[in-house]
């Protein structure tokens, strides 16, 4: 009967870090679009970086290598420059359209040249990918990629 009850408790555990886990992401993600919408940030994506950071309440999360001018939107990835999946315990931001002009985006993320927002469609998105990883070894042998995603498109102004 214990080891039932230590089962139960650490799954339920596991299923409320995952919960939690989809929060900060999804906060991250539409503060991040929201940031990337206003006229500040049209020339760099440090602004939306720092706030996706920011808002992330704690999880590790870095800019996607694939974040790069010329990339394609999360929602219909297409082409060479698609969103990553992030290594264990690790989230990754992407931004479309991108102004980082090389890898790391972290390091490059100011351009002369501003976002390319295409005049008809005037959205910008952020997806927020972080692979969860449960703490019961149990578990992690049944579903050993955990990828909690979540995407927010804004229009910008």
């Not at 989809?22 to 679009?33: E, L, M, N, V, W």
């Not at 100011?110 to 990918?129: D, E, G, L, W």
Request: hydrophobic share 40%.
């Amino acid at each position: 009967m214990t080891p039932l009850f230590l089962f139960v408790l650490f799954s339920s555990i596991d299923v409320c870090r995952l919960l939690y886990a989809y929060t900060a992401i999804s906060s991250a993600s539409r503060d991040g679009a929201r940031t990337a919408s206003l006229n500040g940030s049209l020339f760099t994506d440090c602004q939306i970086i720092q706030q996706v950071e920011l808002v992330g309440q704690g999880f590790p999360v870095k800019m996607d290598p694939n974040s790069l001018v010329g990339d394609s939107d999360p929602n219909n990835p297409s082409g060479a420059l698609q969103p990553s999946t992030p290594p264990p315990n690790v989230g990754y931001a992407y931004i479309w359209p991108a102004v980082a002009t090389a890898n790391p985006p972290d390091s490059n993320c100011n351009s002369s040249q501003p976002r390319a927002v295409s005049p008809t469609v005037k959205h910008v998105a952020v997806q927020v990918s972080y692979h969860f990883t449960p703490m019961l070894p149990f578990v992690s042998t049944f579903a050993p990629n955990i990828i909690v995603k979540t995407t927010s498109v804004v229009t910008v102004e």
